[in-house]
């Protein structure tokens, strides 16, 4: 079993930057996906952005050129680094992970972006 552990999250206003860190109870080198969801109430979870193990990133269009993810395998963690947020970010945030033993969450770190 593996465990996420997200921090990061906050207030803050809009226009501002925040850094979502996820750390892995063991290596990440194995996952084939790294990534982040988010959550807005009364809303699915969405797909914000990922990290194959080639190195390759995908981004959802709503914040392409705003986000970047990144990892660093000797740290077994995951950033998401965020800038010109704005209300529209306000979510729950997740990690995800997966292998070839399957699919991990984090608990989730809330941010909010005032406007």
């Known amino acids: 079993q593996v465990q996420l552990v997200e921090s990061g999250g906050g207030l803050v206003q809009s226009g501002g930057s925040l850094r979502l860190s996820c750390a892995a109870s063991r290596t990440i080198f194995s996952f084939h996906i790294l990534g982040w969801y988010r959550q807005a109430p009364e809303k699915g979870r969405d797909l914000v952005a990922r990290i194959l193990s080639d190195g390759t990133t995908n981004y959802a269009d709503s914040v392409k050129g705003r986000f970047t993810i990144s990892r660093d395998n000797a740290k077994n963690t995951v950033y998401l680094q965020m800038n010109d947020l704005n209300p529209e970010d306000t979510a729950v945030y997740y990690c995800?992970?997966?292998?070839?033993?399957?699919?991990?969450w984090g608990q989730g770190t809330q941010v909010t972006v005032s406007s």
């Open positions: 995800y992970a997966h292998d070839v033993r399957g699919s991990y």
